[in-house]
């Protein structure tokens, strides 16, 4: 466990700040499956634990958005993190895992076009052009 520990902080501390977006929505995305697991298996510790980290991370992006930069993006983000974090919220109250469903697709796919971003931005520039 240390091991992974320390893989992980070692990708974080060497992550562009695109790729620390794409780990944060991975991180997201596998809380959110763990908090469904636990509500299966009626483990209240771990969908409380699972839920409650995905809200940190999604209040986190929610909070960081940069509504006067950001444009129409931003307030689309907003809007999407509104609804993961409803979302999130009647999962826990209703102890329905496939209310989660939904938020997983949907910050899937932003996550996918947030890798896009990190890719490309590795990708080397053609000088001239």
């Not at 794409?22 to 596998?30: E, H, P």
């Amino acid at each position: 466990m240390l091991g992974a520990r320390a893989y992980a902080t070692t990708q974080v501390q060497t992550a562009s700040p695109v790729q620390v977006v794409v780990l944060l929505y991975d991180g997201t995305i596998q809380a959110m499956k763990l908090a469904q697991e636990g509500m299966r298996k009626n483990h209240r510790e771990d969908k409380a634990r699972f839920l409650g980290r995905a809200l940190r991370v999604v209040s986190e992006l929610s909070a960081t958005l940069n509504m006067e930069q950001g444009g129409v993006v931003a307030k689309d983000l907003r809007r999407v993190y509104e609804y993961v974090i409803h979302e999130l919220t009647q999962a826990n109250l209703l102890n329905k895992p496939e209310r989660l469903d939904g938020p997983i697709r949907c910050l899937g796919v932003i996550r996918e076009a947030w890798q896009e971003l990190a890719v490309q931005a590795n990708k080397p520039q053609a000088v001239g052009m």
